[in-house]
Each structure stands twice: as C-alpha cells, then as structure tokens.
C-alpha cells in the first residue's frame, strides 16, 4: 500500500498491535524496523496537516516516539539481538532530520565517528552535542553527567589528533622556507593524548556487582566473561550483543528484558520490590498510559524462563506489593553486570 493510501487510523492501530508484540517480551527482528516505520507514516502524515489537526492527533508524540526509537532502538534495527554499527550511525542521522538540535544523537554520532579515526567529523560531532545541551528541553535526549565528562575527552583528544596531524605537516617543509625556527616540537601533545586514551581505555566500561561499581577496560570484561566467577551470573551489555552468562552457558537478550534484568539485580530486593508502576519505562508507550498487569507478568516470566534455560535458578521471586504484583531479586546468586561507562539506561537517573 502507497503511503498516500495510508489513513492514520490504520498507523494508529498497527501502532497498538507492535507495542503488543514487543510488550509480550517475545524477539521478533522485524518489529523495531516496522515500529520505526510506522511512525515515520504518521510523521509524514501529520506534517501536511494544520496546527489544529496536530494537536488533536498528537503529533508531537509521534514525533518523540520515532526519535527515541531511532536513538534507543536503532542499533537494532536489524536483528533485536545482535548490535550493528552501521545501522546506528543510519539511524541516528535519520533521528537528527526529525530533530536537528538532539544533544544525544550528536554525542553517538561523534562517538561513531571518533572510533573510525575520522576526528574532524568527530570534533564537529561533540562541539554541536555540548552546544545543544545547553538549551536542550527534553530530559530523555539530553547527556547525562558521564556523558558530558567523555564528551570533553573526545573532544579534547579529536582536536589534539588533528593538530598532531598538522604539526607533522608542517614539519615536512624544508628549513629554507622559513627564515624563523621550525615551530617547536609538541611533545606535550602526545602526554595528553596518551593520558585522555588511557583513561578513556581503563574508564570505558562499569562493573556493577552487589558491593558497588568500579570502572574497568574491554578487555578487562571480556576476561571476565572468559573466566566467569562460579554461581554468579553475569550480565554483559558488549559492542556486539547483550549476554547472560552462567556456569559456562549464555543467552543473548534484546535490550529491554536485558535492561529489566538489570534494574532487579540492582534496584530491588525481598524489602524493595518493584511492580509494574516501578517498571513502567519497559513497557513501550502508550497513548493512554496502561499497562494491563497480565503484561507485566508475562513479560517477568519470558525473562524468567530465557534464565532458566542456561541454568539460572529462580533468582526473580513473586510478592504482592501495594495491592499490586511485584518481583524483586532474592539474592540467591551472585551477579556481574558490566556496560560501557556512557551508556544510557531507560531507567537511568543517578547511574
């Protein structure tokens, strides 16, 4: 069907029927690209209409949702399990057609940017993220205070790259082209740079265990998961997918159940457990706000059950709390989860 042939109660429906299918906690790695393309409908849809009419049928809203997708969901865009460089670059470029002044999609952009050596793009990149961070209104795209510090870093190290660059430059003038001194050598260059990269290395990811955080490097992680400490499960946010590992066997997870393990390990306990309200960020929004109890269980229980399968034992216990279902971490095993050091969570305040 043409988008022109498209009638926005039909978007509004598809809308319902994939927050269902994504709400149920079930991988499907069409949904993220069909949810991104709905909404994109309704976008282009809305923006011929007047002032009057997008109000009434919530175009900014719409406009959110599609860049949060895009920015939370573009990596995914592929496949919900594993990550892709590519697609998040494409997805969150397309997130800055939509909104220009996005501090986030700038920072991820120039992070991409950096990693590819590219440091003129890169130092454009986190120039425009800390800029529009300044008068930037919407909490959730905003940077939160680690970001901020990394983005100095990388910017400071982008620019210390290409005057590096340019010193060797000049310094490949013949003397006889100046009649002053050649400019002076720039070995402090290579102290910051060699300085900001190790810490930027030994900082880049967290390590959250039951007695705190600590920062670590890859490779520190990646040892780790080669070399897991017994009944301890490990939760590994990695470049390339977002693994459970236990006594030797793993499962990859999408990002939301992935996020949602994290928040028990961490945010509950038998004292402190978590209903729905608590957890209301993993369910995909809604228009209305809802969230039928039956969803929330379902969701916990797929989790429960994609544990199990690598031997988890029941770690998530059932209470009632308030009136309302709720699930906390029992404290059976141990737990290591580790996530690079600037990563956003959904439930992110004070991480």
């Given amino acids: 069907m043409r988008r ?16 269902e299918e994504l709400n149920s906690g079930e991988a499907k790695d069409w949904i993220y690209y069909e949810i991104v393309d709905v909404y994109k409908n309704m976008y282009h849809y809305l923006s011929r209409c007047s002032a009057e009419e997008k109000e009434e049928h919530g175009f900014e809203y719409v406009k959110k949702q599609l860049v949060s997708y895009l920015i939370h969901y573009g ?3 592929k496949t919900q399990l594993r990550k892709d460089e590519r697609m998040a670059k494409t997805a969150f470029q397309r997130a800055l057609t939509y909104d220009a002044k996005n501090p986030i999609a700038h920072y991820r952009l120039g992070f991409l940017a950096y990693n590819e050596q590219h440091y003129k793009e890169a130092l454009r990149y986190f120039e425009q993220a800390l800029e529009y961070q300044k008068t930037y209104s919407n909490r959730e795209f905003c940077l939160n205070e680690r970001q901020l510090y990394y983005a100095h870093l990388y910017l400071a190290n982008s620019a210390l790259f290409i005057a590096e660059k340019t ?86 997870l999408p990002r939301d159940p992935a996020e949602m393990l994290c928040y028990f390990l961490v945010e ?10 608590d957890m ?11 969230i039928p109890t039956n969803t929330f269980v379902q969701k916990v229980k797929r989790l429960r059950e994609k544990l199990g399968r690598i031997g988890v034992p029941t770690i998530i216990d059932s209470c009632s709390c308030r ?20 990563y956003t969570f959904m439930f992110d305040d004070e991480w």
Wanted: aromatic residues 14%; negative net charge; hydrophobic residues 30%.
């Fill in 75 to 77: 990596t995914y865009l």
């Fill in 268 to 277: 509950t306990n038998k004292e402190r457990p978590a209903t729905k309200y």
């Fill in 167 to 252: 010193y060797q430059s000049v310094a490949q003038f013949p003397d006889y082209i100046s009649d002053q001194e050649k400019p002076a050598e720039l070995s402090f260059l290579h102290e910051w740079l060699q300085r900001n990269e190790a810490i930027l290395t030994m900082q880049a990811f967290t390590k959250w265990t039951a007695s705190g955080k600590e920062y670590c490097s890859k490779e520190q992680c990646e040892q780790v998961m080669m070399n897991p400490p017994k009944n301890t499960v490990v939760l590994y946010f990695s470049d390339r997918e977002n693994v459970v590992s236990y006594h030797g066997r793993e499962v990859c």
């Fill in 4 to 19: 022109s042939e498209i009638t926005l109660d039909t978007l509004y429906d598809r809308e319902e029927q994939l927050l």
């Fill in 323 to 342: 009136g309302e279902t709720a699930y906390y971490y029992n404290g059976l095993v141990d737990y290591i989860i580790m996530y690079r050091s600037d």
């Fill in 280 to 290: 209301e960020v993993f369910f995909q929004s809604r228009r209305n706000g809802d």
